[in-house]
């Protein structure tokens, strides 16, 4: 269960010499404006559990504050995110829905109605790798939830992948293949109760 909470990042990009521009550190601001941006996106997904296991799904996003990580057979299970609510469906389990504020979780930061990541104690890492920006965030007023690491190409930016550390100190990745984005997505898809994910894959 715990796995799949903490769900909520692509290879690095190969830039083509000498013709392709030089990648250069992303700043905060460009950051912040990209994601203040991002209203939907849809993306497949590849998530590595804390325990070194493989699972892939779907990821539909909805900013602000919604998000669904819909798993891929044979577990079917579901992240909901909606209502400030974080949600686990899994038909496998003989339990009812788990359920979690999303304040209380990193996943937070990102599905904000605005994204500052230049507020104070907010990032706490900001590197670069010569292809990626790497961005460390937690919330700066409970640290104790946990912290996320976002990884972002430049021209023009992208989210890539992240890594949710949580407070126990274990750790999920999301590699994200191809990010479409502006896409309209239902409202029922977010619904913790009832809603489906759409069948027709693009």
Known sequence: MRNLL???????????????????????????????GLKT??????????????????????????????YDPPGNAAVIVGAGTVVIRDPKSNQPPESYPLSRTPLSIILASRVDLDRANMVVGHTF????????????????????????????VELRK????????????VILGKLETGMSLPGSLFLPVGGSAPTDKR
Do not use: C
């Open 41 to 70: 996106a849809e993306s497949p997904f590849t998530q590595i559990n804390d325990d070194g296991t493989l699972t892939t799904g779907t990821l539909y996003l909805s900013r602000p504050g919604k998000a669904r990580f819909q």
């Open 129 to 156: 790798d010569g292809t990626s920006t790497v961005i460390t965030a937690q919330d700066p007023d409970n640290p104790d939830y946990g912290r996320i690491e976002l990884m972002f190409t430049d021209t023009p």
């Open 6 to 36: 903490l769900s909520l990042s692509l290879p690095a990009l190969i830039l083509a010499a000498p013709l392709a521009q030089a990648a250069e550190k992303l700043p905060l601001s460009a950051i912040s404006a990209y994601l203040n």
């Open 162 to 173: 992240w890594v949710i550390h949580d407070a126990s100190g274990g750790q999920t990745t």
